[in-house]
């Protein structure tokens, strides 16, 4: 069940920008999988994404 509240999760995720400690642009291929991990692996990044997606304000024009 887990698993599958992160796949829901992951296919919210339209794109990323990544920064290094150092404030470096970091650099991390897209595919899904990848997605996947990153949300497996922090509960914070998780809960992130979930009120990102479930905000009305995040979808209005010029907003987020």
Do not use: H, M
């Not at 992160?6 to 296919?11: Q, S």
């Amino acid at each position: 069940r887990e698993n599958l509240r992160i796949r829901n999760l992951a296919r919210c995720v339209s794109g990323w920008d990544i920064t290094t400690p150092e404030g470096k642009k970091g650099e991390l291929a897209f595919p899904f999988d990848n997605v996947r991990r990153l949300l497996a692996a922090g509960r914070w990044v998780q809960e992130q994404v979930d009120d990102f997606a479930g905000s009305r304000r995040a979808f209005a024009k010029g907003e987020a």
